[in-house]
C-alpha cells in the first residue's frame, strides 16, 4: 500500500516486514532469548535443538544491517559470522516460514481518510514506511523517523496507527501556505 499525491513528494507506504521476519524466525527457533525486546513470532515457530547461534551482539548487529536495508529487504547475516552458517543451512525454511506469514490482508484494510488531505495540505519530500511483522500482541518502534516497524495486531488497531502515523507523517511535513 503506497499513498501519495501528483504534487506530493512525500510516499507513505506499508509493506510486509520480510527481511526481520526472516531473522526472527531464526531468533525463535534458535536463540529465543536474543533480541530481548521484539515479541515472538505469532504463530509460535517450534524450536529446534541446540546450536551455536552467536552472541547478543552478533544479532544487534544483524538487526542493524536490516534496520537500514531496502525495505522490505531479506539481509543475510554477516559473511563469516556463526549467524550466516545458522542463516544458510535455514535458509529454505525460513522463505517458506515468511512467505507463509505475509500480512498482505491486514495491510490492504488499512485506509485511512485522513492522509490523502493532509499529504495534500503540506510538503515534504522522501518516504515514511511502516513494515509490519507477526510477532505477539501490539507492539511497535520506530527504526527513524521515516521507518516504522510494527505488529500485524498494532497494524489492525486503527486508532493506534492513525495515531502512529500522524504522529510521524504531521512531523514530515510542512504547511503549503
Not at 490523502?116 to 513494515?131: N, R
Not at 521507518?147 to 486503527?158: C, E, G, K, P
Request: no cysteine; glycine share 8%; aromatic share 8%.
Amino acid at each position: 500500500m503506497q499513498h501519495s499525491t501528483g504534487r506530493m513528494r512525500l510516499a507513505v507506504s506499508a509493506t510486509d516486514g520480510s527481511g526481520f521476519a526472516g531473522a526472527l524466525y531464526l531468533r525463535d527457533r534458535f536463540a529465543p532469548t536474543a533480541l530481548p525486546g521484539i515479541p515472538a513470532l505469532d504463530p509460535p515457530v517450534p524450536p529446534a535443538r541446540e546450536v551455536e547461534t552467536g552472541t547478543e551482539a552478533d544479532w544487534d548487529a544483524w538487526w542493524a544491517l536490516i534496520s537500514v536495508a531496502e525495505i522490505g529487504r531479506v539481509v543475510p547475516p554477516p559473511e563469516g559470522s556463526v549467524l550466516a552458517g545458522l542463516y544458510e543451512a535455514h535458509e529454505d525454511d525460513l522463505i517458506r516460514w515468511v512467505a507463509g506469514h505475509e500480512s498482505d490482508e491486514v495491510i490492504g484494510s488499512y485506509l485511512p481518510q485522513w492522509l490523502p488531505p493532509v499529504l495534500e495540505a503540506g510538503s515534504g519530500q522522501g518516504a515514511h514506511s511502516t513494515e509490519v511483522i507477526p510477532v505477539l500482541g501490539t507492539w511497535w518502534t520506530s527504526l527513524t523517523p521515516r521507518r516504522l516497524l510494527v505488529s500485524t495486531t498494532a497494524f489492525a488497531d486503527t486508532k493506534l496507527m492513525d495515531r502512529l502515523w500522524r504522529e510521524r507523517i504531521d512531523a514530515l511535513l510542512t504547511p503549503v501556505p
